[in-house]
């Protein structure tokens, strides 16, 4: 569990590096995910779909999560509203108007 936010700094901040490392590992991969994955890869052609998967993951996806998990950082903000700091990236999300 994060530590509890103070005062100063209304979010909290993570005890060790393994909690945010399991807690990025939760959000990411869900049961719906290892449970479904298995059948998904038979459907579509076993070991022949997993190769453009992973090289989708590893230039795609990975990239784009830490890039994700970097401005989370540096905005102190959550993934949504830390777009707003480039509208022109915004694409189609939820907009929160009750400030």
């Not at 992973?54 to 540096?74: M, S, T």
Request: aromatic share 14%; hydrophobic share 45%.
């Amino acid at each position: 569990m994060p530590v509890v936010a103070s005062e100063e700094n209304p979010r909290g901040k993570w005890g060790n590096k393994i909690e945010f490392l399991m807690s990025c590992i939760a959000c990411s991969v869900g049961l719906g995910n290892i449970w479904r994955f298995p059948s998904v890869l038979g459907k579509h052609g076993g070991g022949a779909f997993l190769i453009p998967y992973v090289i989708c993951v590893a230039v795609v996806g990975a990239p784009l999560y830490y890039l994700e998990l970097y401005l989370g950082q540096f905005a102190s903000k959550g993934p949504i509203k830390v777009w707003e700091m480039a509208p022109l990236f915004t694409g189609i999300r939820y907009i929160d108007n009750r400030q």
